[in-house]
Structures are given as C-alpha cells and as structure tokens.
C-alpha cells in the first residue's frame, strides 16, 4: 500500500552570510525530519512515502553500498518523498532522502543505484559535519569585509568612498560565497571518489552516475528556478563527469550487469509510483495498452484502481499475480483495491498471502490488522491486535498503528489498553493536550504493571513540554 504522510518543510540547518542591507546569502540542506517556520511564518509541507515493496527496493540497493563503505547499514535511514524532480541528498543523523522524480525519471536500476552510491559517499566521508566550519569561516570573512567597508566609508568622507565601501563590502560577500561554493565542489567530487570505490568493491557499474550526469549537464546555465533541484545541491563541473567518465570507461565492473531479477523490480516499483502519483492521462501516455510488459500492466492496474474500475483493476491484478503467484506485492495491491474498492472480505484472502510471503514488513501487517478490524468479526479482533503490536515492536514511531492498536482493544472492552494506545498516537502526532487526558484515563484504569507505567512515563512526558497548563 502506497501511502503519503505529510510532514513539515524542513528547515535549513546552515545559514547566513551577513552583509550589508540585512542581505544574506545561504547554503540549505533540506531535513524533513525538522520542522521551521517557511517564508512568511507558513508552516511548508512535504509528503513522505511509505511503501513495502519502494522501501524494499531501496534497502536492496543501499545495504550493500552501505556495508561495502564501512558503514551500519542500519544506522542509516532511508526516506522517500514524494517530489517529482529529480533530486537526492543526505542529512544529519545518517538519513538519506530519495525523491520519488528521481525514480520516475531514472532509466534503469543501475542509474538510481549511481546516485545512491554518490549520496554514500557523503554519509561515508561526514560531509554534513564538516560543513558548519566551512559555513563559520566564510561568515568570519563576509564580517571582516564588512567592517573593512565601514572603516573605508568613515575614512573617505568624500565624493565617491560610499561607493567603495559599498565595492569593498560586496567583495567580502562575494569571496566568503566563493569559499562555499568552492566546498561544495570539493565535497561533491569527494562523494564521486568514494562511489566509485565503493561500486568497485561491488563490482557494479557506475554508469548510471554518469547517464544522470549527462541528463543534467546542460542545466548548469539555467538560472536557478529552472534548474533541477540535483543540480543546485550537487554542483556539475566539467572535472566531475571528466573523472567518472574516466573511470566508467577504466574500470573492469563497468560492464558487469547486477543481480539477476534487480532491473525487472526498479521498473515495477517506477511503474507503481507513475501508476499512483501522475495524471492518469500520463500513466497512459507512458503505459500505452500496446505494452504489455508487467510494469506496464502494473501502471495501468493502478491507474484504473485510481479511477474507481474495480473490476478491470483487479483483471489486470489476477492476470499479473497468474504470472507471479508469489509476490507479495503484487498480492498487496490486490487486498488494497478489494478493500478500497468495498470488498473487505474479499481482500483478507490477498492480505493474509502477502503477510505470510513478507513477514518482516510492518506496513503489510499494519494494512492486514486494519482490514480485520473494518471486517467487524470479533474473532479477528486479538489476530488484528497482535499483528500491530509486531509491527509496532519493528515501527513504534507509526501514529496509524497506534491508533488501530486503540480501535482493536477498545472494541474488546479493554478502555485501558485502548487509551494507552491512543495516547502513544497522540503523542506522535503532537497532540499534546489530548495524549495527557488519555495517559490519565488509561493510568486510572489499567492494573499495576509496564503498561501502568508506560500511561505515567507518557502523563510526565507531556508535563515537560510546558505546552499545557495544569487544570
């Protein structure tokens, strides 16, 4: 199930190059995770992407680059946004963020594995941590400028010093911008360095990197509204296609193809993303009915799942899933459309089978659990409860689990249970004042024991923020 959770616009975790006129110049490395306040107090919003079989694929593809640069695999996060352009960045706290454009417009697998490698390359060499120095120097030489102008304005006192205080000042600005510009140049060519060892370790292909290269080469002279957002965060230079088409057309990897099976799963998973996320005059532009290729016929599934044809969805499905019996996600999708489409019970059949081909994925639990819980049959009420709390022990941090969780035992009667839950999915969506009336009615009514605690520990937790006064 492919679903959209709406997050604030990330703040911009380094700034500010102060020169005259209160003008400021900036370096923005977008976080998602963070929230700040957008232009004009706005609060600006991103969609996250969550879907087993996108995130699957993702995994995939990171762990091995991951593992193969010295690096925890599960120390890093990966995130999907959904933001047609094409563009991919890292931030703080090993988070990696993949637009869902950048997989839409990637021709092959091996293409989006380039660039994962490259954004490797930063978490790899601590790029982000460094940055903040390069920021402090380049604002210490933008204020030495400034006073410098200042000191030439008091001492000219004549015809024209304004004008070379002023020449002085926005020279300052101008080499404190270059000093950063020059960083980001060379951090750039450093994550290209450490994705080719990285690829080569692998023995995969670093084509791909160098395919986007070229897509994107002519956008440098763009002003930057045009440009893609890949563009303004990783700089092009001439050097950096210099060195990767060197080693692409060096390297002994460069024509070793991936693992079998890789390339037929990136085209579904762009498929399934076009399929869900364009017009459905572009899912059909770019899935005629003349292709009949799987990733075809999966786009247009979910085109006409999106238009409300049930039935010629679902024909599409069967015939995809006569294919693949064993797909989970192709099984997914079918329990989706069956229960969206009014056929809940239909669609516990499709749900169980992929729940039982993917056992580790939280999201296909939490969608099994739900569809029990719609079905209104008490018996699958404590399968629904259990299925969430596995997933919930994988995923805690999941506002809907939670909530489903509080739906499942209050139905059964069990109220303590029941607001512990809701007041954990209150907690997570910010709720402040409403998870503290749920810790007290859950600490009120639950018996002594962890979940007792848990309701108090979630009472004091809200007490610090300070954002509700004591009644």
Request: include cysteine; glycine fraction near 8%.
């Given at each position: ?20 006129a209160?003008?400021?110049a ?11 306040e957008?232009q ?9 992407i ?5 995130e ?58 380039g660039?994962?490698?490259h ?9 982000l941590?460094?940055?903040?120095d ?31 205080a002023?020449?002085i ?64 965060t ?10 990767v ?16 099976g ?14 869900f996320l364009?017009f ?6 770019q ?10 016929r ?31 996600w ?9 229960f ?17 081909l ?16 719609e ?6 009420l ?54 503290r ?19 108090l ?8 923020e ?6």
């Open positions: 199930m492919l679903s959209l959770t709406c997050r604030r616009r990330p703040g911009r975790l380094f700034a500010l190059l102060c020169c005259t209160l003008a400021a900036s370096v923005r490395v977008p976080d998602p995770a963070r929230a700040q957008g004009g107090g706005r609060k600006e919003s991103v969609a996250v969550r879907d087993a079989e996108t699957t694929l993702l995994r995939t593809y990171a762990d091995p680059l991951f593992r193969a640069g010295g690096l925890d695999p599960g120390l890093v996060r990966i995130i999907l946004i959904n933001d047609p352009a094409i563009n991919s960045f890292v931030s703080t706290g090993n988070r990696m963020f993949i637009n869902t454009g950048l997989i839409e417009q990637a021709d092959s697998a091996v293409e989006l594995i660039v994962m490698a954004e490797t390359g930063h978490v790899i060499g601590g790029h941590s460094k940055l903040p390069a920021m402090r120097q380049a604002l210490y030489e933008s204020i030495a400028a400034m006073l410098l102008g200042l000191a030439a304005g008091i001492a000219g006192r004549g015809y024209g010093s304004g004008d070379a002023a020449g000042m926005l020279g300052g600005t101008q080499m404190a911008q270059r000093q950063v510009l020059s960083f980001s140049r060379a951090i750039e060519a450093s994550a290209d360095q450490s994705a080719m060892r990285v690829l080569d370790r692998l023995c995969w292909s670093a084509a791909g990197l160098l395919d986007l290269f070229h897509k994107l080469e002519g956008q440098e002279a763009l002003v930057a509204e045009m440009q893609d957002p890949y563009v303004r990783h700089p092009l230079t001439a050097e950096r296609i210099a060195y088409q060197n080693h692409v057309e060096t390297s002994p990897c460069s024509q070793h193809a991936l693992p079998a890789w390339d037929t799963s990136f085209q579904m998973v762009k498929a399934k993303l076009i399929g364009q459905p005059a572009d899912v059909a532009r899935y005629p009915a003349s292709d009949r290729s799987a990733a075809a999966y786009a247009r599934a979910i085109m006409l799942y999106r238009q409300g044809h049930t039935d010629s969805a679902l024909e599409l499905m069967n015939g995809l899933l006569a294919e693949q019996p064993g797909n989970p192709l099984l997914e999708l079918k329990g989706q459309i069956l969206e489409g009014g056929r809940g019970q239909e669609a516990l059949a499709p749900y169980w089978m992929a729940a039982r993917a056992p580790d994925q939280a999201l296909i639990a939490q969608e099994l659990a739900h569809a029990e819980i079905t209104d049959d008490p018996r699958l404590r399968p629904a409860i259990a299925r969430l709390q596995s997933a919930l022990a994988r995923e805690r941090e999941d506002a809907f689990s939670w909530h489903e969780l509080g739906v499942a035992w209050g139905r059964l009667g069990n109220m303590g249970e029941a607001d512990l839950a809701l007041a954990e999915a209150a907690m997570l969506k910010g709720d402040i004042k409403g998870a009336e749920l810790a007290r009615r859950a600490q009120a009514e639950l018996p002594p024991g962890p979940a007792r605690l848990r309701a520990d979630i009472g004091n937790a809200v007490k610090k300070n954002r509700v006064p004591e009644q």
